[in-house]
């Protein structure tokens, strides 16, 4: 920035209030959540005293205004940006003022900047540096020549460094001199706020990333094939395709570079001359001009470029971060709220074939009561032997579900289940397949060592299939998040924010179903609002040792379980044939003497009131309001009432895989399966069809309407139908379709809505514990589009960028 435009007074740092601060957030996050700035605040006041969003968005309503847990997740992540961004604006106030270069005009535009990136481009030219090389000229006595060439070009360069060679301080000739000139002038250039801004947006709109195959890299690098030449505007990638492009890239097989538009030195030729335009450069056939539009072209590409590149690049990676992030919580949550098989014995399997089948026998409640191993494959081929063993098992501990894993050998153990239940029809039993991504995670953790320190690890496994059947919240809360396997890309995200977001994920279902505090194990009680590891466990050691809680007010007992700890966690944990029918539901202690009043108003007692739907919906509600408890609060109390206790997940339904499809060599276009939704992407769904690959419906086939998000069609764990449209032996990829009136290999002529379904002619290597570049043995690119997909329309941003360019 040129001198003059500080050399005016300086102020000296500004101070803010607290309070003005906390209205600026406010004000923003209600913006941003589509709420008043009086929500937000008190949401704030309540996170800042340690409440968690689900004890919130059940609990205080009324305070709140009625926030919901999606809004709440925002603002608490949106508060805690805007926050650092308040500290750093404060800190580069103080710089600049310490400087005494704070001005008035710097002043506004630094307190008006609206993100990080701005401030620190409002900084750039007073954030202390290394020695750079303009500082070196500047020390030389070089600064006034670069001034006096950019203020009058008439005369020429040359003549204008003559003066300046002085040897003694390091500038020995005219090119020395023009060199330290030209070094100021573009750190100048590349210091101007409002050029940045300029040029980022118009990088950012404009913008072009281009991969290749980096050389010789061709066979070792052949998953990515897709992107050996590959270019796409950066405004418009979509997430899995640039984290696809990233992790090409952080391997050595591609290169990658962002041009500043297709025709890349007509974008250069604009860039160049918005920065002449900035430092009042014009070609006007002057002595100096040429010197200058040159310093223009360098500080461009040697500059501005390289920085705005590393900058948008870094920008698009955090996006796509993001978005995977949030596919991976969703499919997470879908995940943990599968339908529950509920309270019944269940036998589980744990396929394999030289080591055998590991078995495991769970009663109603979970506890283990019976293993075994069995070798009914190769190389033992105890087939005989092996449904003995199992309808022993079966008879003697009432078995009613099998839960199979559906890792290697599942299929072959399917079978086994199959014909034990053909051969025994008394035992009334059905076979399940279940996930088990993780389990090998589980059996391996330090809590199944203390839950099940004298068994043997692979048995362990068997225990965690089960029991995932009977409960797969309670069970998966056992195993870290991103083990689970139902994310895009997520090794490739940050690990942080990843676990933050999973971690919230988990709280806000746990909470949403509830938890029996006299059955549930530790870990499950950690992700119950409020509760930290060391509290869970005082709340399990407490039970063993004094037996079961009879009321929540017992809890206050459990050493460390404080009264604000009780508030927090006591409308989450429920106590089932307690002394108090309310412990039961989600009622809130807080909140039972409105339910008391309810009971005199009805003049029936609390056992008769629950589940009395013709009465609790005939009372007048704001009779039951008062100071601490509104509308909302008593809706949400009748509502429990009427049915207490009431698990918000769906019916338990299991698929059925089609005997004799067992693997990918057993299947043929056109075959209709029932499959099990496995991992929902931005571009599509996977589906376990049996075959030890999972298939993937391409977001265009997954309906016959337009559909932009998969999830608003499919969510995992949802049994489905799908016809096979393409087999790809080699390899291991299955095209499947939803729309079972598709013909494999004829267009289906879909019309505007398949044209318009984004993604459809280019997708990255699979991702997510069970993708690609060796993180899972379920791996390979997502398909190019199917049979029945027309090509996406032209994509007419470059068009448009060159418009913009020739005017």
Not at 560 to 574: I, M, P, S, V
Not at 739 to 758: F, I
Request: glycine share 8%; net charge neutral.
């Amino acid at each position: 920035m040129p001198s003059t435009e500080i050399a005016v007074a300086a102020l000296p740092a500004p101070t803010r209030s607290a309070a003005g601060i906390a209205t600026v957030i406010a004000d923003t996050i209600a913006a941003e959540i589509v709420a008043k700035p009086a929500q937000v605040r008190a949401a704030v006041e309540l996170l800042d005293e340690g409440a968690t969003v689900p004890f919130i968005a059940r609990y205080r309503k009324e305070v709140t205004g009625g926030l919901d847990d999606t809004q709440l997740r925002d603002l608490e992540s949106r508060l805690v940006y805007l926050r650092e961004m308040e500290e750093r604006r404060d800190a580069i106030l103080a710089s600049i003022a310490e400087q005494g270069k704070l001005t008035k005009p710097l002043l506004d535009e630094l307190l008006a900047a609206d993100s990080k990136a701005r401030l620190e481009d409002l900084y750039l030219p007073y954030k202390p540096k290394r020695r750079t090389k303009a500082q070196i000229a500047r020390e030389a006595g070089l600064e006034p020549l670069a001034d006096a060439i950019l203020a009058d070009p008439s005369v020429a360069p040359d003549e204008r460094a003559k003066p300046f060679i002085d040897a003694d301080k390091g500038v020995a000739d005219v090119a020395a001199a023009l060199d330290g000139a030209r070094a100021i002038l573009i750190e100048r250039f590349g210091e101007n706020a409002a050029l940045v801004g300029e040029l980022r947006q118009w990088l950012q709109d404009k913008g072009v990333l281009r991969a290749k195959v980096a050389s010789g890299k061709e066979q070792e690098g052949a998953k990515y094939r897709d992107y050996f030449d590959h270019s796409e505007a950066l405004a418009t990638i979509p997430s899995h395709r640039m984290l696809a492009l990233l992790r090409g890239r952080r391997e050595d097989v591609l290169t990658m570079d962002l041009e500043p538009t297709a025709d890349i030195e007509q974008g250069h030729a604009y860039a160049e001359g918005r920065v002449a335009l900035a430092a009042g450069i014009a070609a006007q056939g002057r002595p100096a001009d040429k010197w200058l539009t040159d310093t223009c072209r360098l500080a461009w590409r040697a500059r501005l470029l390289l920085n705005l590149s590393l900058e948008l690049v870094t920008a698009a990676r955090e996006k796509a971060e993001a978005e995977a992030i949030a596919v991976f919580g969703d499919n997470l949550k879908d995940l943990l709220l599968a339908a529950p098989a509920g309270p019944r014995v269940v036998l589980g399997l744990d396929p394999g074939l030289r080591t055998g089948v590991k078995v495991a026998v769970v009663d109603r409640t979970g506890k283990l009561v019976a293993t075994d191993t069995i070798y009914p494959h190769e190389p033992k081929r105890q087939w005989d032997a092996s449904i003995a063993a199992l309808k022993r098992l079966c008879a003697e501990h009432r078995v009613e579900l099998i839960a199979i894993g559906n890792g290697t050998a599942s299929r072959e153990t399917d079978k086994l289940a199959g014909e034990l239940i053909a051969k025994h029809p008394e035992l009334k039993l059905t076979k399940v397949m279940v996930s088990e991504a993780g389990a090998s995670v589980y059996s391996a953790s330090e809590l199944a060592a203390r839950e099940f320190p004298n068994l043997d690890v692979s048995l362990r496994g068997a225990v965690s299939i089960a029991r995932r059947l009977q409960d797969p919240l309670a069970e998966l809360v056992k195993i870290e998040p991103k083990a689970i396997g139902v994310g895009q890309y997520q090794h490739d995200v940050n690990p942080y924010a990843l676990a933050r977001s999973l971690d919230a994920k988990v709280e806000d279902c746990v909470n949403a179903v509830g938890v029996f505090v006299n059955t549930a194990s530790a870990p499950l009680l950690t992700r119950v609002s409020g509760l930290s590891s060391s509290v869970a466990d005082n709340i399990v050691a407490f039970r063993d040792q004094h037996g079961a809680f009879r009321s929540r007010r017992d809890l206050l007992k459990v050493p460390r379980l404080g009264e604000k700890t009780f508030e927090q966690c006591a409308g989450f944990l429920r106590i089932a044939d307690g002394d108090q029918p309310l412990d039961a539901s989600s009622v809130h202690p807080e909140a039972y003497p409105v339910v008391e009043r309810i009971v005199q108003a009805t003049g029936k007692p609390i056992a008769q009131l629950i589940g009395d739907a013709a009465t609790l919906r005939s009372l007048p509600l704001d009779r039951f309001t008062d100071e601490h408890f509104g509308l909302p609060t008593v809706r949400d109390i009748v509502k429990e009432l009427e049915k207490p206790g009431r698990d918000p997940r769906p019916e338990f339904k299991a698929a059925r895989f089609a005997d004799g499809i067992e693997t990918i060599g057993d299947l043929q276009p056109g075959m209709v399966l029932e499959g099990v939704v496995t991992n929902v992407a931005a571009f599509g769904a996977f589906i376990d069809i049996g075959v030890h690959q999972d298939g993937l419906v391409h977001i265009s086939a997954l309906s016959d309407k337009f559909v932009k998000d998969p999830r608003s069609v499919v969510k995992v764990g949802d049994v489905v139908k799908v016809k096979v449209m393409e087999v790809d032996v080699p390899r291991k990829r299955i095209a499947l379709t939803c729309r079972l009136d598709d013909v494999p290999g004829e267009s289906r002529g879909g019309g505007r809505d398949d044209a318009r379904q984004p993604n459809a002619r280019q997708t990255g290597p699979r991702q997510g514990g069970q993708g690609a570049a060796g993180q899972g043995p379920k791996g390979g690119a997502p398909a190019k589009p199917r049979p029945g997909q027309s090509a996406p329309p032209a994509n007419t941003a470059m068009a448009d960028a060159l418009r913009a360019l020739k005017r």
